[in-house]
């Protein structure tokens, strides 16, 4: 699949972008499950931004 929305990445990325898509989706699962199911996902994407994700 990522070769499919990504055909020009790095052979190299794939195996690191997989691995920080599958943890972040297992982060927002977490998160649901010990907050709700109600998600700000504008303070998700400052808290990457601020982490220099």
């Known amino acids: 699949m990522i ?3 990504l055909p020009s ?3 190299n990325a794939v195996v ?10 297992d982060g ?3 998160h649901r499950e010990t ?3 109600a998600i700000d ?3 998700v994407a400052r808290a990457a931004r601020k982490a220099g994700i």
């Open 41 to 43: 996902l504008s303070s």
């Open 16 to 25: 690191p972008l997989t691995t920080y898509a599958v943890a972040g989706a």
């Open 35 to 37: 907050n709700g199911d």
């Open 9 to 11: 990445l790095d052979e």
């Open 28 to 30: 927002l699962f977490v």
């Open 3 to 5: 070769r499919t929305l």
